[in-house]
């Protein structure tokens, strides 16, 4: 080839190599300006993400171990909708639907109507490649459903089905301690799922845990891709349990008296507490009206904010207590000196006995028998303001008690260097200033336990979610200490002498001591520039028993009664309710009757003249051990300690018993619940008896007996029960019941 040629030729590949270049670089061009908003699009349609994967959330306990809300693994199900995508799997929606179908209780053609490629056949670009849900059935599916799309995917099958977990709260008691456990669900403001009120809100950061790390592929949309596995790049951490004070059986017994109350009187409100007054751990607390936690969005905001329990009230007579106590502290009252009951001037103002007229010269001992305003404002005279304040401030009036539950109001105490007479006489008899509920429970802790005033609290212990460890426990906080031991024993002894000798035994509990004061206070009209005078009344009771050792405090309050309420005073409607729970609470605990205590009549504690009881004394016996013997010996020794025998089972011989041997003395003719072991039953086993028409009381003393637990659902009488009668089954497991109404 001459040189010429070969020159032409290197001049026309040089040629077409520029031209080349020069094409492509107009091309990058045109990619990078013209079309760089539609491709930069197309890119992000595919999108790498790194989400939060949240801990598992603790779960709450009861003090016995049952669960009151717990945390349940729930998935929510996409299914691809891209046409393309299920070409190359050689899937279609049917066969997604038919698969699904019956996991999710849902028909074929219902689950059409949302993976229909017809519905989509108009999309283009990333909205074809979508992921779409398949309705509420598929939005939190439990693991079962999401083990077997698993299963299917690793077989290279149903690929266009994925799940991602979304776990869900769970009260498997429906509203039961509503108030105290609160509700979980997405904060508003932070939009994030989170403890919104009761202990699932105060302690929301332990029940937590720390949240670990996942990449997932996602469209523009957030949807996750189909068939692209996510990984965990950082584990989350578990939450902590919560084990809490609350006795579930007494909680029960409370949400009883409390659909009680509601049923017969129809208030505006309802409160029941109940306290160790050694410890100060809430065994339970309940309010009307309340609502279903996993259930919230549902409920009336009345009814969610509604913990009456830590709502600032005026309290009335139940605040005498704390006065008395003040004045009998600093020796300012004689309690058999007499006084003129009826009425008082107070700097002009007429201030009236709450029946108008008085019960004639009285001791002051009397005066607390008989809830004399006038002998109260004449006690809060002796005292004075300072005085008076002092003690109230040290009883814990002035300040929240900080009880671990959200929305605790303060109380509302008149300024001591502002006081006129007037107010001194109105808080002296419990009007013209407000207190919670559990400011009341936790100063009445001091005059039941000796001078210990326990802050109030909700949770024992936190544990270990998976091993069950204890991390930490909460220890009684004794905020202060107050007077001593010979006053509050004389208050005790005040306290109970107006429960005995109350000859309507509104709280009388033959056998035990009951220490108590009602309180019948006027509701203040809003703008607070006087009462209300449509016979809007709060009526309250405050006790204790035993009075000479005390195990529970009870606090119950009644806001305006709008039926079957003739008598709107707290002995009428409020003091009966305590009773029935307290009561429960006695024989649930066995706590042991004293047979000294067989109380007498009085004049009524509302100040009709009433004629002494005359009701013969009933004779106590000590629970003899059954354990061991025959049906015959049982009876027999039944009868030379003059007691009944309820049988329970058909063994040969006796393998339990309620109350226990050594548990304290009953009343001759009360029944002695034996349970009769089945012959040649699995060791650690009982058979379970027939339940229906029991009360809850009495099922709850059965299955005592038997060692087994109880998991009640309603209020009234046995109508179900969840495990046949006659089966076998191990000692402590729960057994579940529902309850409803006498017919």
């Given at each position: 080839?001459s040189?010429?040629?070969?020159?032409?030729?290197?001049?026309?590949?040089?040629?077409?190599?520029?031209?080349?270049?020069?094409?492509?670089?107009?091309?990058?061009?045109?990619?990078?300006?013209?079309?760089?908003?539609?491709?930069?699009a197309?890119?992000?349609?595919?999108?790498?993400?790194?989400?939060?994967?949240?801990?598992?959330?603790?779960?709450?306990?009861?003090?016995e171990?049952?669960?009151?809300?717990?945390?349940?693994?729930?998935?929510?199900?996409?299914?691809?909708?891209?046409?393309?995508?299920?070409?190359?799997?050689?899937?279609?929606?049917?066969?997604y639907?038919?698969?699904?179908?019956?996991?999710?209780?849902?028909?074929?053609?219902?689950?059409?109507?949302?993976?229909?490629?017809?519905?989509y056949?108009h999309l283009?670009?990333?909205?074809?490649?979508?992921?779409?849900?398949?309705?509420?059935?598929?939005?939190?599916?439990?693991?079962?459903?999401?083990?077997?799309?698993?299963?299917?995917?690793?077989?290279?099958?149903?690929?266009?089905?994925?799940?991602?977990?979304?776990d869900?709260?769970?009260?498997?008691?429906?509203?039961?301690?509503a108030?105290?456990?609160?509700y979980?669900?997405?904060?508003?403001?932070s939009?994030?799922?989170q403890?919104l009120?009761?202990?699932?809100?105060?302690?929301?950061?332990?029940?937590?845990?720390?949240?670990?790390?996942?990449?997932?592929?996602?469209?523009?949309?957030?949807?996750?891709?189909?068939?692209?596995k996510?990984?965990?790049?950082?584990?989350?951490?578990?939450?902590?349990?919560?084990?809490?004070?609350?006795?579930s059986?007494?909680?029960?017994?409370?949400?009883?008296?409390?659909?009680?109350?509601?049923?017969?009187y129809?208030?505006?409100?309802?409160?029941?507490?109940?306290?160790?007054?050694?410890?100060?751990?809430i065994?339970?607390?309940?309010?009307?009206?309340?609502?279903?936690?996993?259930?919230?969005?549902?409920?009336?905001?009345e009814?969610?904010?509604n913990?009456?329990?830590?709502?600032?009230?005026?309290?009335?007579?139940?605040?005498?207590?704390?006065?008395?106590?003040?004045?009998?502290?600093?020796?300012?009252?004689?309690?058999?000196?007499?006084?003129?009951s009826?009425?008082?001037?107070?700097?002009?103002?007429?201030?009236?006995?709450?029946?108008?007229?008085?019960?004639?010269?009285?001791?002051?001992?009397e005066?607390?028998?008989?809830?004399?305003?006038?002998?109260?404002?004449?006690?809060?005279?002796?005292?004075?303001?300072?005085?008076?304040?002092?003690?109230l401030?040290?009883?814990?009036?002035d300040?929240?008690?900080?009880i671990?539950?959200?929305?605790?109001?303060?109380?509302?105490?008149?300024?001591?260097?502002?006081?006129?007479?007037?107010?001194?006489?109105?808080?002296?008899?419990?009007?013209?200033i407000?207190?919670?509920?559990?400011?009341?429970?936790?100063a009445?802790?001091?005059?039941?336990?000796?001078?210990?005033?326990?802050?109030?609290?909700m949770?024992?212990?936190?544990?270990?979610?998976?091993?069950g460890?204890?991390?930490?426990?909460?220890?009684p906080?004794?905020?202060?200490k107050?007077?001593?031991?010979?006053?509050?024993?004389?208050?005790?002894?005040?306290?109970?002498?107006?429960?005995?000798?109350?000859?309507?035994?509104?709280?009388?509990?033959?056998?035990?001591?009951?220490?108590?004061?009602?309180?019948?206070?006027q509701?203040?009209?809003?703008?607070?520039?006087?009462?209300?005078?449509?016979?809007?009344y709060?009526?309250?009771?405050i006790?204790?028993?035993?009075?000479?050792?005390?195990?529970?405090?009870?606090?119950?309050t009644?806001?305006?009664?709008?039926?079957?309420?003739p008598?709107?005073?707290?002995?009428?409607?409020?003091?009966?309710?305590?009773?029935?729970?307290?009561?429960?609470?006695?024989?649930?605990?066995?706590?042991?009757?004293?047979?000294?205590?067989?109380?007498?009549?009085?004049q009524?504690?509302e100040?009709?003249?009433?004629?002494?009881?005359?009701?013969?004394?009933?004779?106590?016996?000590?629970?003899?051990?059954?354990?061991?013997?025959?049906p015959?010996?049982?009876?027999?020794?039944?009868?030379?300690?003059?007691?009944?025998?309820d049988?329970?089972?058909?063994?040969?011989k006796?393998?339990?018993?309620?109350?226990?041997?050594?548990s304290g003395q009953?009343?001759?003719?009360?029944?002695?619940?034996?349970?009769?072991?089945?012959?040649?039953?699995?060791?650690?086993?009982?058979?379970?008896?027939?339940?229906?028409?029991?009360?809850?009381?009495?099922?709850?003393e059965?299955?005592?007996?038997?060692?087994?637990?109880?998991?009640?659902?309603?209020?009234?009488?046995?109508?179900?029960?969840?495990?046949a009668?006659?089966?076998?089954?191990?000692?402590?497991t729960?057994?579940?019941?529902?309850?409803?109404?006498q017919?």
């Amino acid at each position: 080839m001459s040189e010429r040629v070969f020159k032409k030729r290197v001049r026309v590949l040089g040629f077409f190599l520029f031209v080349g270049l020069f094409a492509l670089a107009l091309r990058l061009m045109y990619i990078q300006v013209a079309q760089a908003e539609r491709l930069s699009a197309l890119a992000q349609e595919w999108i790498v993400a790194e989400v939060d994967i949240p801990g598992t959330r603790g779960t709450i306990y009861d003090r016995e171990g049952q669960k009151l809300a717990f945390t349940g693994v729930a998935y929510e199900i996409s299914v691809s909708v891209d046409p393309k995508a299920m070409k190359d799997w050689a899937e279609t929606p049917e066969m997604y639907a038919q698969f699904l179908a019956p996991l999710v209780e849902m028909t074929e053609s219902e689950i059409m109507k949302h993976i229909d490629p017809a519905h989509y056949a108009h999309l283009t670009g990333k909205e074809a490649r979508k992921a779409v849900g398949i309705g509420p059935k598929g939005m939190k599916v439990d693991s079962s459903v999401h083990e077997k799309i698993e299963e299917m995917h690793e077989q290279n099958k149903m690929r266009g089905i994925n799940t991602i977990r979304k776990d869900i709260r769970r009260y498997p008691n429906g509203n039961f301690a509503a108030h105290v456990l609160g509700y979980f669900g997405i904060n508003d403001q932070s939009n994030d799922e989170q403890g919104l009120a009761g202990v699932e809100s105060v302690y929301n950061d332990k029940l937590t845990g720390k949240p670990g790390k996942m990449v997932l592929y996602t469209d523009r949309e957030g949807n996750p891709l189909p068939n692209y596995k996510p990984e965990v790049t950082k584990k989350a951490v578990d939450g902590e349990d919560l084990v809490l004070t609350i006795d579930s059986t007494i909680q029960h017994f409370v949400e009883e008296e409390l659909d009680n109350i509601v049923n017969k009187y129809g208030p505006k409100h309802a409160s029941i507490i109940v306290a160790d007054p050694n410890n100060g751990e809430i065994l339970a607390l309940g309010n009307r009206p309340h609502y279903n936690p996993a259930e919230y969005a549902k409920a009336e905001s009345e009814s969610l904010w509604n913990n009456w329990a830590l709502r600032s009230f005026e309290p009335g007579s139940t605040f005498k207590s704390f006065v008395l106590t003040a004045a009998l502290a600093e020796h300012k009252v004689d309690l058999n000196e007499k006084f003129q009951s009826g009425y008082i001037d107070v700097g002009g103002a007429i201030i009236k006995d709450w029946n108008g007229y008085g019960w004639g010269p009285i001791s002051y001992r009397e005066g607390v028998y008989n809830s004399s305003n006038v002998g109260f404002v004449k006690i809060g005279q002796k005292l004075g303001k300072e005085l008076l304040y002092d003690h109230l401030y040290k009883f814990g009036f002035d300040k929240r008690t900080g009880i671990d539950l959200p929305g605790e109001e303060q109380s509302t105490l008149f300024k001591v260097g502002e006081m006129r007479e007037s107010d001194l006489a109105s808080t002296s008899f419990g009007q013209g200033i407000s207190v919670t509920p559990m400011q009341q429970v936790a100063a009445m802790m001091a005059i039941a336990n000796g001078g210990k005033i326990y802050q109030p609290h909700m949770v024992k212990e936190f544990r270990d979610q998976s091993t069950g460890e204890t991390l930490s426990e909460v220890k009684p906080k004794v905020m202060s200490k107050i007077a001593n031991e010979e006053v509050l024993s004389t208050v005790r002894e005040v306290m109970e002498e107006t429960i005995t000798k109350e000859e309507m035994a509104h709280g009388y509990i033959k056998g035990y001591h009951v220490a108590g004061k009602t309180g019948t206070a006027q509701v203040p009209k809003p703008d607070r520039t006087g009462y209300l005078d449509d016979g809007s009344y709060r009526l309250s009771f405050i006790g204790f028993a035993p009075a000479d050792k005390p195990r529970f405090l009870i606090f119950v309050t009644v806001d305006q009664p709008t039926r079957n309420a003739p008598n709107l005073y707290g002995s009428f409607i409020a003091e009966p309710s305590a009773k029935t729970v307290l009561e429960n609470a006695l024989r649930y605990y066995q706590v042991p009757a004293d047979p000294n205590d067989l109380g007498s009549g009085r004049q009524g504690a509302e100040g009709q003249e009433q004629p002494v009881a005359t009701s013969a004394p009933k004779a106590f016996v000590d629970v003899p051990d059954f354990v061991g013997v025959t049906p015959d010996g049982a009876e027999k020794i039944a009868e030379g300690h003059k007691l009944r025998v309820d049988r329970v089972g058909e063994g040969p011989k006796v393998t339990g018993q309620w109350p226990d041997a050594g548990s304290g003395q009953v009343p001759e003719g009360a029944g002695i619940k034996l349970y009769f072991g089945p012959e040649g039953s699995a060791e650690g086993k009982v058979k379970l008896p027939d339940l229906t028409g029991l009360s809850l009381r009495e099922a709850i003393e059965t299955l005592a007996l038997l060692q087994l637990q109880i998991d009640p659902a309603g209020s009234g009488y046995v109508t179900k029960q969840e495990v046949a009668p006659g089966t076998l089954v191990p000692v402590g497991t729960p057994v579940k019941i529902t309850l409803s109404p006498q017919s």
